[in-house]
């Protein structure tokens, strides 16, 4: 195996990133407080074509040196919009007609393998919310969403870095949207 040079992986410039038609999915960052962590949530946003990625609370906002050193750019490929109250954020989804989910482990949550991406609706676009790295996402946030999702895990943790699961949540939107389609 020889790996591929950055000149044959077809890489969109940035122009050709911002025209390409998106992943129907917005991340939303409830309070995050390591600039890494947003940094690399935005470098996978670009690696899955999201929508955009909604900034809010404590949560920095571009530019930023340190959310750089982990994006690589990808705050620039990615839309993003700042909310200092998350609630606002998912107040605006809903009127846009978003489905909204938070990743969290709550009663009757949604197991991420069982995510139906056709539900509402065949054309659904949805927004995940993510927590805090202690606190996980607001329970004012919980009862706003539509439902939860959790990523099922098998250790003594049960816990996962932010940005770990946000890119694992992207993929599995990505699988289940772009290369599965459902």
């Known amino acids: 195996m020889r790996k591929l040079r950055t000149i044959e992986m077809n890489r969109l410039s940035l122009e050709e990133f911002k025209e390409a ?12 407080r390591s600039l890494h962590n947003v940094g690399s949530v935005f470098r996978s946003g670009d690696a899955f074509r999201i ?8 949560t920095a906002t571009p530019p930023n040196a340190e959310i ?3 994006a690589l750019g990808g705050e620039d490929s990615v839309d993003w919009k700042y909310f200092e109250n998350t609630e606002d954020a998912v107040q605006e989804l809903h009127d846009k007609g978003y489905f909204v989910y938070s990743v969290e482990q709550v009663e009757g949550s949604t197991k991420l393998q ?10 659904a676009r949805f927004a995940v919310v993510f927590g805090n790295e202690v606190k996980g996402v607001k329970q004012s946030v919980v009862d706003r969403c539509d439902g939860c999702l959790e990523i099922p895990q098998f250790g003594t943790k049960h816990s996962l870095n932010v940005s770990v699961t946000a890119g694992i949540v992207m993929w599995e939107f990505a699988r289940k949207l772009f290369l599965d389609k459902g």
């Open 21 to 32: 038609s998106k992943l129907p999915l917005i991340v939303v960052l409830d309070d995050v």
């Open 51 to 58: 929508e955009a990625v909604y900034l809010c609370g404590i």
């Open 68 to 70: 750089h050193k982990t």
């Open 114 to 123: 069982s995510l139906n991406v056709h539900h509402p609706s065949p054309s």
